[in-house]
């Protein structure tokens, strides 16, 4: 327990005062975008105004950089990595293209992913098999009742073969909320010597992760969902005996070692020391850093990052113990395997529609896109959502239904 409050609630109210959004509505959609605290959106404004009232000046890279830095030590003890194996991107999608198009590619390689993955990931490895000529495997992961770890594990081995180097997955899956088992699967893989690539997006900030214990390669993820960052930063992960077998695709000011001391007659450029070499970014835009640094100083420092875990999982548990109740509604994210999502259909009801009644009623909810079976609705539990939202939401549902 936080020994600034006496009790959760008292903790919880300060949090949403820090968090006005959660004030005006149900906010339940932290998977799409988390709230941002007051003190980010302080950071950004001050910085935006010394701009604005002062001029944006060259000779703050030294400044900048330091801030990197920070927001890359905040990320590392969320993650458990190293500062080193830190690089800060513009989003999950980037990280992605960032590991995807830095590995050297041979006609005839084979990448094995799921049905269940993201854009980010799929459009950039569909580019791959195109220009490169590689062999994309899919494995398909059932959903609701239907879904056996075991079964899923010994199908990822099936497909495994002396030409299969990647394994792309997600860590929480954004389209039926499954957990995938990241430690099982990286031991599988290691142990055929096939690398393997996580999209975080819907993980990190929503579930417990220790990068080093679960033994992955690469792992990119978002600060706007679960860490409640502005949109337009995220971070990749890049284990440090795997660096120097990831190319940079991109390189920038950012990415080279002593940038004004660089060689220009020369075609020859020295990398960044580690996962530095992968910042695209000639220069970040400062008041978005800003704002991350200290949504993450906000999360990690005053609330605490187990407590937040803890919580979402407990609201998760508690969404699906009320909705499960309610008649004609399906479950479709297997128990035992939430993070901080709940999907689910409704009979009779095409998610959009019941979502947007949901919505008028201010409850902050979406349907997962057309395209990704099984196309549910989609709830977000936030460390900051109380559970009496969650008791007038499951009302709100039964009204409808009835």
Same mark, same amino acid.
């Given at each position: *327990?936080d020994?600034?409050f006496? &009790? ?5 109210e300060?949090?949403r ?6 004030? &005006?509505l #149900?906010y +339940?959609?932290t998977?799409? &975008?988390?709230p941002?605290?007051k003190?980010a959106v302080d ?10 009232r =002062?001029?944006?000046?060259?000779? /703050? %890279? ?5 801030d *990197? ?22 989003s999950t999608?980037e990280?992605m ?5 830095g $590995? #050297?590619?041979?006609?005839?390689d084979?990448v ?9 990931? +799929?459009a ?13 495997? @899919?494995?398909d992961?059932? @959903?609701g009742?239907d879904?056996?770890?075991d079964?899923?594990?010994a199908?990822?081995?099936q ?6 180097r990647?394994? *792309? ?6 389209? !039926?909320?499954? !957990?995938f ?6 031991n $599988?893989?290691?142990?055929?010597n096939? @690398?393997? +690539?996580v999209?975080g997006?819907?993980g990190a900030?929503?579930?417990p992760? &220790? ?9 990119a993820f978002t600060?706007?969902?679960w860490?409640?960052g502005p =949109?337009?930063?995220g971070a ?11 190319e940079?695709? /991109? ?8 940038r ?14 580690f ?6 970014a000639?220069a %970040? ?8 640094q200290k949504?993450l100083? @906000?999360l ?14 407990h609201?998760a548990?508690? !969404?699906?113990? +009320?909705?499960?109740?309610?008649p004609g509604v399906?479950?479709i994210?297997p128990?035992?395997?939430?993070a901080? /999502?709940?999907h ?9 529609d019941?979502?947007?009644h949901l919505?008028?009623?201010?409850? *902050?909810i979406r349907?997962?896109?057309?395209p ?10 936030? /460390?900051?959502n =109380?559970e009496?939202?969650l ?5 709100a ?5 009835d």
């Amino acid at each position: *327990m936080d020994t600034r409050f006496s &009790n959760d609630q008292q903790k919880l109210e300060a949090i949403r005062e820090q968090m006005p959004a959660t004030a &005006n509505l #149900h906010y +339940l959609n932290t998977g799409t &975008n988390g709230p941002l605290p007051k003190m980010a959106v302080d950071a950004m404004q001050q910085e935006i105004e010394k701009e604005f009232r =002062e001029g944006r000046y060259l000779p /703050f %890279i030294k400044e900048l950089y330091a801030d *990197m830095n920070i927001c890359r030590k905040y990320l590392a003890g969320l993650l458990g990595a190293s500062q080193e194996e830190i690089a800060l991107t513009q989003s999950t999608t980037e990280g992605m293209n960032i590991i995807l198009w830095g $590995l #050297h590619w041979q006609p005839g390689d084979e990448v094995i992913t799921t049905n269940m993955e993201h854009a980010a990931g +799929l459009a950039p490895l569909a580019l791959i098999k195109s220009r490169c000529g590689i062999v994309v495997k @899919y494995v398909d992961v059932l @959903y609701g009742d239907d879904y056996d770890q075991d079964r899923f594990l010994a199908d990822v081995e099936q497909m495994i073969t002396n030409r299969t180097r990647l394994l *792309m997955v997600s860590h929480v899956s954004f389209s !039926t909320g499954l !957990t995938f088992p990241l430690k099982e699967l990286t031991n $599988l893989c290691h142990a055929h010597n096939v @690398y393997v +690539l996580v999209d975080g997006a819907q993980g990190a900030g929503a579930v417990p992760i &220790n990068l080093h214990e679960l033994g992955v390669d690469f792992y990119a993820f978002t600060g706007r969902k679960w860490l409640c960052g502005p =949109e337009g930063l995220g971070a990749l992960y890049v284990a440090k005996k795997r660096i120097s077998e990831v190319e940079p695709t /991109f390189i920038s000011p950012s990415s080279i070692r002593d940038r004004h001391d660089l060689d220009i007659c020369s075609p020859f450029v020295v990398p960044a020391p580690f996962a530095a070499r992968y910042h695209i970014a000639t220069a %970040i835009n400062k008041p978005l850093l800003l704002g991350f640094q200290k949504s993450l100083e @906000y999360l990690l420092e005053d609330v605490g990052i187990d407590w937040i875990t803890n919580r979402i999982s407990h609201l998760a548990r508690y !969404t699906r113990k +009320l909705i499960s109740k309610l008649p004609g509604v399906e479950i479709i994210t297997p128990s035992g395997t939430e993070a901080g /999502f709940v999907h689910f259909h409704v009979d009779g009801w095409e998610p959009k529609d019941l979502c947007d009644h949901l919505n008028k009623k201010k409850f *902050m909810i979406r349907p997962v896109p057309k395209p990704h079976v099984p196309t549910p609705i989609r709830i977000s539990t936030g /460390f900051y959502n =109380e559970e009496v939202e969650l008791d007038l939401l499951s009302e709100a549902i039964k009204e409808l239904i009835d």
